[in-house]
């Protein structure tokens, strides 16, 4: 199998979503997969979420996370669920050594050297960059990759099509994350016309962004 962060950095943009009702979850995987983009952060902000994680999981057509993840319970949860990666808004010790000492992958969020340093003593070095554009986008992306060249990052929140290209060409980027493919309104209005469009936007983008 393929490690998971090298499939990130393939798919390039992962979209994080937030699922009301586990009904919508395969016709959403269905767009997702249609559209070239094989891979959902299911957030725990849902009653659904759990259910929604196991129905994407069992597919095997398209990679699978839980994103908001606070406690070690949720990481526990959404491991019997199936699910091949965890992400984190913020940086939670426990949580990340949870993981660490069962061989999750999780790429949990940092905004500051602190929070780097903190990953690093875990050995990790693929990171969510956590908001990203309310904590200076790009250009604090530019200056935390100074003293720490060796981190890979996630930029997420407030990443669109508009600045996507952007950071997908900053060489330390890994991969984008963001709810503008599959944003809540328009998977419980089964929209998932729009999601399949966003997601062939997204993948025109990236590949955009690997061609200069
Ligand atoms: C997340 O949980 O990663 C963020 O809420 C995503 O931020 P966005 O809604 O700006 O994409």
Redesign the pocket.
């Known amino acids: 199998m393929i490690p998971i962060l090298d499939q990130f950095e393939k798919i390039r943009v992962i979209p ?1 979503v937030a699922i009301e009702n586990a009904q919508d979850t395969t016709r959403l995987a269905d767009a997702l997969v249609e559209g070239g983009l094989p891979c959902a ?1 299911i ?1 725990f902000r849902t009653p659904g979420a759990l259910d929604a994680m196991r129905i994407m999981a069992k597919r095997g057509d398209i990679l699978v996370g839980a ?2 993840v606070l406690k070690v319970d949720q990481v526990k949860a959404a491991a019997d669920m199936g699910v091949e990666f965890m ?1 984190s ?1 913020g940086f939670n010790p426990k949580v990340v050594a949870y993981c660490v000492e069962n061989n999750i992958i999780i790429t949990p ?1 940092i905004c500051t050297p602190s929070d780097i340093e903190a990953a690093l003593e875990f050995g990790l070095d693929a990171l ?1 960059f ?2 990203a ?1 309310a904590f200076g986008g790009l250009k604090t992306l530019e200056a935390l990759s100074g003293p720490y060249g060796m981190v890979r990052f996630i930029p ?5 099509p508009g600045n996507l290209v952007n950071y997908l060409r900053f060489p330390k980027t890994l991969a984008c ?4 493919i599959a944003k809540s309104t328009n998977i419980s209005e089964g929209r998932f016309d729009l999601i399949l469009n966003n997601a062939r936007e997204a993948v025109a983008l990236a590949k955009e962004a690997q061609a200069n």
């Open positions: 994080v952060e957030t994103g908001t992400v808004p969020g969510k956590f908001p554009e997420t929140g407030g990443v669109g994350g963001g709810t503008w």
